[in-house]
């Protein structure tokens, strides 16, 4: 039997944000599928699509503000 590691969560964010940018190595990506859980995957790009919104309503008050 192979000694297989739970997933974590910090391994489920950082595939979630590098495919945010849309830079993944294909060895990456082959082994996402025994790696990855579901549920992290949906938390982590929640967190990244709200640290995005948040980052451009800053940018957009910063350009605003008289």
Known sequence: MVNERKPSFLYSLKAVLWSFVGLRRKSDFEQDP???NPIHVIVAGLLG???????LIVIVKIVVSP
């Open 49 to 55: 699509v709200a640290v995005f919104i948040g980052i």
């Open 34 to 36: 025994g790696k990855l």
